[in-house]
């Protein structure tokens, strides 16, 4: 597959290291030949010097040909102009990153895709959603939702409250049990277990379930004395909070705190319908926290463009007892530091938008892709097409590749979980966890076949 990203920054460089794993032909371009130094020789890529917005560097970039147009520089224009430039020489999809929140109207839609711009990519409104999804379950690290929520996989850090510790997990998750574990984090290794492998105290394990039985993992991980959040805290205010100020659920209270004087002015505009507190200072500043009533606070969001600050503001948090606290971490080399401190939630809004733009990759039909940042995973929603592979066999004898597990389906809207017996029909709504993103490697499963190989 040909692929061009136009815009080496923090999305593009990501989404290349990404691609470069599976040997795609992917060629990065910028007009800033500093971005792309050494990124051809560490990572299986070409790199190219030039504009996404001229027609002879798309041209030499091999547009002409491409699968996938990426736009991806700090300026949306930019990237619309790109996107629409790279359908005329050729390129067969596009996808453009905005800021304006205007345009992902569903109205909107085939107006954009009449100017060849196939699909719109806007970072903070994604992880707008993630930190939200946080927030109603304030034991739960990470949630994903399939069908609204029919199906849903849980992330979870266990604790010596957990009652399923130590434990077979064949002994646990049976083919009538409510729920089944895809995958565990201990230390530094990913596990996709098996039957025997045990939970154990500092785990990080995430559990696919439907939604019903939500109450009982959380008794069954001991969760059941987390106060749901009701008051929350977010320091920063830059367009992640502002999108999260104006999704968040109405029984939620949040003050944010921003410390540039012009930018409070602004989100008071940005914010007025909202019942939001806007507050000018230091959300690092232990005295203004608790004049704040930290104290009084079941979450603490820290969302500002510097993911040291934003490790130290949950740190003081967590100090002055907040137990829900979730961080913007956009330095990847900062993630595993930021577990190992035990921050709570961590949001990183390159991988979020890498995941999305990834999906258009895929030839079958797939959404609601997310990358798992602390197992290096990847879960998708995939829907069997009629007489697919996925199709004809059990789930047990469908010879799936190593580090892959079907963890549930919704059916005609209902969820349920999957075991090596089931079978599952053209229609489906399929769950799909994939270790080390091999997710090229599992849509042959649920494309269209007019016989089986």
């Known amino acids: 597959m040909k692929i061009v990203i136009g815009g080496a920054g ?36 070409m790199t190219m010097q030039g504009s996404p917005t001229s027609i002879k560097d798309l041209e030499a970039a091999g547009v002409k040909n491409a699968d996938l147009f990426v736009g991806v520089t700090p300026d949306e224009s930019r990237n619309m102009n790109a996107c629409i430039i790279a359908h005329g020489i050729g390129a067969k999809k596009t996808v453009a990153r ?154 939620m209270n949040v003050k944010i705190i921003e410390q540039d004087e012009k930018r409070c002015e602004k989100l008071n505009t940005l914010l007025c319908d909202t019942d939001c507190m806007v507050i000018h200072g230091d959300g690092r500043d232990l005295g203004l926290l608790v004049e704040e009533g930290i104290r009084n606070t079941q979450a603490f969001v820290a969302l500002t463009d510097n993911a040291e600050a934003n490790i130290l503001a949950c740190l003081t948090a967590k100090r002055l007892g907040v137990r829900k606290t979730i961080a913007l971490v956009e330095n990847l080399d900062y993630v595993s530091m930021a577990e190992g401190l035990d921050i709570g939630t961590i949001i990183n809004k390159k991988t979020i938008a890498a995941s999305h733009i990834y999906q258009m990759m895929l030839d079958a039909d797939v959404s609601n892709m997310r990358s798992l940042m602390l197992v290096d995973s990847d879960v998708a929603e995939f829907t069997a097409a009629e007489n697919s592979p996925v199709t004809k066999k059990a789930v047990k004898d469908l010879g799936l590749p190593f580090g892959v597990a079907i963890g549930g389906l919704v059916r005609d809207g209902h969820g349920m979980l999957v075991n090596g017996n089931s079978r599952i029909q053209a229609g489906d709504s399929v769950m799909v966890f994939s270790h080390e993103h091999d997710m090229k490697k599992v849509e042959k499963y649920f494309k269209q076949y007019h016989f089986f190989l």
Not at 36 to 41: A, H, K, Q, V
Not at 102 to 127: C, N, Q, R, T
Not at 133 to 142: D, E, F, G, P
Request: glycine share 8%; with cysteine; net charge negative.
């Open 98 to 251: 905005i800021d304006n929140y205007e345009y992902l109207d569903p109205k909107l839609k085939p107006f954009f895709e009449k100017l060849g711009i196939d699909s719109l990519i806007y970072p903070e409104v994604l992880a707008a959603a993630d930190i939200i999804n946080a927030l109603k379950l304030s034991w739960v690290r990470q949630r994903w939702d399939v069908h609204g929520g029919a199906l849903v996989m849980l992330g979870i850090k266990l604790r010596e409250t957990c009652e399923i510790l130590n434990q077979p997990i064949k002994l646990l998750c049976g083919p009538d049990d409510p729920y089944h574990i895809v995958a565990l984090k201990r230390g530094g290794e990913t596990i996709i277990p098996g039957g025997n492998d045990e939970l154990l105290n500092g785990d990080f394990a995430y559990f696919m379930t439907t939604k019903e039985y939500i109450p009982y993992i959380r008794k069954l991980v001991g969760k059941e004395h987390y106060a749901d959040v009701k008051n929350c805290i977010i320091m920063g205010g830059g367009k992640a909070t502002v999108r999260v100020a104006l999704t968040i659920p109405d029984y």
């Open 10 to 45: 923090a999305v593009g460089k990501h989404l290349a290291k990404l691609l470069s794993k599976e040997h795609q032909d992917c060629t990065l371009m910028d007009e800033d030949g500093s971005r792309l130094e050494g990124l051809d020789s560490d990572y299986d890529i």
